[in-house]
């Protein structure tokens, strides 16, 4: 058994005792009062999950495991000084609530590179049954489910163990799909946007370095780049949807593939992590109809908007929770502004940034006019020449791997059961309101 797992048993028996205790203890004590409005808008605010890794709070941002995004870039171990943090490191603090040392890091990244070997040729032969034209989601998603033939918890499960010991194929597990998708990504993207020109791992770099030298870039910039996305994208607390549906699949006792496969089926749609497409193409769209690579203030004041009164969204501002600018847009405006301070697409989203809050503001209907994470991060790969839109959403999702796979692996040493709400019919509802046809 390796150390880690080693840890996580010392850590987590004692906190599943807790949970059994304020089950059986506790079980009838009133938490929280609901609002219909809550139930009616897609149950925001109530707090009806167990998650140990983030929280998100509306004015502060988010916090992984109480260190603010700006904390992670200072204490985290990194290749450079000068550098950004490794995913690793967010990793192992997210599983286990300690700030890592180097060697900590070293091991999981050892960890993932021998890992990363097991993919087996069947995976690859499903991503090339589909047509090289299938969006990058349809491929990721597919490989991960094609991935499942090697899930260690089936294969514990089957064979008979303790429920309590559940957690320990599960570790296995999400270390195994962890160490695989950056492969799985890179291959989905040298296939579709590079004829199927594939580059191999290389087992000496970290895992999200080695995830951009297998997608054919190199450079000290964009391996900095690509580990700080992975530690930006990696959690969002427990109730997004990405989050939310693994967690729940994972509730019945499916195995990790499965799981994270319905959190990547979430993470797929425009209200979430394909957010990051449609901004880019809104921008590309302003530019196209205003007729200017370099749209002025004034211009993009008026393109805003006439999106507007057309009864659409601004893509890339506006968030569920938060109600101020998202701190993952301004790490990235920060890591914009010391590298690519004259990019063209990064003034272009600094300028978007001084104009729409305000006017989303004036429509009085906005709680959170701010930008969120989505309204730099596609500016900021084409910026490195990742001009391939449709792969920004696969990057996120390898990314989002980290965060819901730990909550994955705590939801089975907490032995959390299935989850399983209530509903109503419309009439119980309107009953309760006093409404009558």
């Known amino acids: 058994m390796d150390y880690i797992k080693q840890r996580l048993i010392e850590i987590g028996h004692p906190k599943a005792d807790i949970v059994r205790k304020l089950t059986k203890e506790h079980g009838d004590k009133v938490i929280q009062d609901v609002k219909m409005g809550q139930v009616m808008t897609g149950m925001k605010g109530v707090v009806s999950l167990l998650t140990c890794t983030s929280k998100l709070d509306p004015e502060e941002g988010i916090r992984f ?3 603010s995004i700006p904390e992670l870039r200072e204490k985290l171990p990194k290749i450079h000084d000068d550098g950004e943090p490794l995913p690793e490191g967010l990793f192992f603090l997210m599983l286990l609530g300690e700030m890592p040392t180097k060697d900590d890091v070293n091991f ?19 991503i090339n049954a589909l047509p090289k034209d299938a969006h990058p989601m349809i491929q990721f998603n597919t490989a991960i489910l094609a991935m499942s033939t090697e899930s260690q918890f089936r294969k514990a499960y ?4 303790d429920k309590k010991d559940y957690w320990g194929p599960t570790y296995e597990g999400v270390m195994d799909l962890i160490s695989r998708l950056p492969i799985i990504a890179a291959y989905i993207y040298r296939r579709v946007f590079f004829d199927g020109k594939y580059i191999d791992p290389d087992p000496s770099l970290d895992w999200a370095g080695n995830l951009a030298h297998m997608m054919g870039y190199d450079s000290e910039e964009i391996k900095r780049l690509m580990r700080l996305y992975m530690v930006i994208h990696a959690d969002h607390e427990g109730g997004n949807v990405s989050a939310h549906a693994t967690h729940l699949v994972g509730s019945v006792l499916s195995n990790p593939y499965y799981s994270f496969s319905a959190g990547m089926n979430g993470l797929a749609g425009p209200l979430h992590g394909m957010a990051n497409q449609d901004v880019m193409h809104w921008i590309n769209k302003m530019k196209r109809e205003i007729g200017a690579e370099e749209p002025s203030k004034e211009q993009i004041q008026e393109y805003a908007k006439k999106t507007i009164e057309k009864g659409q969204v ?7 929770v938060l109600r101020k ?9 920060d890591f914009a502004r010391k590298y690519l301070p004259n990019a063209p697409y990064i003034k272009l989203v600094s300028n978007i940034y001084e104009v729409v809050p305000e ?7 906005v709680k959170n006019p701010w930008p969120n994470v989505d309204a730099i991060s596609g500016a900021l790969l084409t910026s490195y020449g990742i001009t391939e839109f449709p792969i920004y959403t696969v990057l996120f999702g390898v990314s989002r791997a980290l965060g819901v796979l730990t909550q994955l692996v705590w939801d089975r040493l907490y032995g959390l059961p299935i989850e399983r709400p ?3 019919n419309l009439a119980w509802f309107m009953e309760k309101a ?4």
Do not use: C
């Open 65 to 67: 495991r109480g260190y």
């Open 108 to 126: 999981i990244s050892n960890q993932w590179a021998q890992r990363g070997h097991g993919i087996p040729p069947h995976v690859f032969d499903v």
């Open 158 to 161: 089957l064979a008979g163990m």
């Open 314 to 320: 601004i893509p890339g501002y506006g968030h569920a």
């Open 325 to 333: 600018t998202d701190p993952r847009f301004l790490v990235q405006l």
């Open 359 to 365: 006017i989303l503001l004036s429509t009085g209907k």
């Open 422 to 424: 209530k509903s109503q």
């Open 434 to 437: 006093g409404i009558t046809e």
